[in-house]
Antibody
Framework: QVQLVQSGPEVKKPGSSVKVSCKAS????????????ISWVRQAPGQGLEWIGR????????NYAPKFQGRLTITADESTSTAYMQLNSLTSEDTAVYFC????????????WGQGTLVTVSS | ELVLTQSPATLSLSPGERATLSCRAS??????LAWYQQKPGQAPRLLIY???NRATGIPARFSGSGSGTDFTLTISSLEPEDFAVYYC????????FGQGTRLEI
């Protein structure tokens, strides 16, 4: 059974950065990092789901939603089956739960999800 | 810009009733439409992919239909555990979620 395990909650000051990790396990031969994408989706308190970006680990290509271009970086380390999401220049509007999810390629759904990481931005 | 519009925003039903949730895309997404269920404090769970295929382990009371711009998620007979928020999602270009439908008792 595939599992995506994320790092713990973070509290950050406005203007700082946060880096959240997402480690895949449970699939054989590292298939998740070879044959799938890893998306990051966030959910502000009481709000809906917002896709922010994705990485294709096999080719190290990342795509970002336009509103996050320039301050979001998604990377992946195949040796540890871990993806990372770093968001810079944080404001209170970035307070949200951040989820990673495994994407079926090329245009499939997100079939497995991490448990979510709460990022709180507060002075 | 592609937009997914879900309706209704809130649906109030009772256990045993049939639920019909709608998702409309502002331009065609073919069959690249998925449905997710989310309960409070939990990650979303994939229910339906490619408009009409149930994900692994999803009960047969959940079904999806549609193509192009109009899609429907139907729950044939509501169980108590089905009351949650449901999101549609397309993946033709930039992944995008609808705003959600809250299914309440």
């Amino acid at each position: 059974q595939v599992q995506l395990v994320q790092s713990g909650p973070e509290v950050k000051k406005p203007g700082s950065s946060v880096k959240v990790s997402c480690k895949a396990s449970g699939d054989t031969s590292g298939h998740t990092f070879s044959n799938y994408g890893i998306s990051w989706v966030r959910q502000a308190p009481g709000q809906g789901l917002e896709w922010i970006g994705r990485i294709l680990p096999l080719v190290h290509i990342s795509n970002y939603a336009p509103k996050f271009q320039g301050r979001l970086t998604i990377t992946a380390d195949e040796s540890t089956s871990t993806a990372y999401m770093q968001l810079n220049s944080l404001t209170s509007e970035d307070t949200a739960v951040y989820f990673c999810a495994r994407d079926v390629l090329p245009r499939g759904p997100s079939d497995y999800w991490g448990q979510g990481t709460l990022v709180t931005v507060s002075s | 810009e592609l937009v997914l519009t879900q309706s209704p925003a809130t649906l109030s039903l009772s256990p045993g009733e049939r639920a019909t949730l709608s998702c409309r895309a502002s331009q065609s997404v073919g069959s690249y439409l998925a449905w997710y269920q989310q309960k409070p404090g939990q990650a979303p769970r994939l229910l339906i992919y490619d408009a009409s295929n149930r994900a692994t382990g999803i009960p047969a009371r959940f079904s999806g239909s549609g193509s192009g711009t109009d899609f429907t998620l139907t729950i044939s007979s509501l169980e108590p555990e089905d009351f949650a928020v449901y999101y549609c999602h397309q993946s033709t270009n930039w992944p995008l979620f609808g705003q959600g439908t809250r299914l309440e008792i």
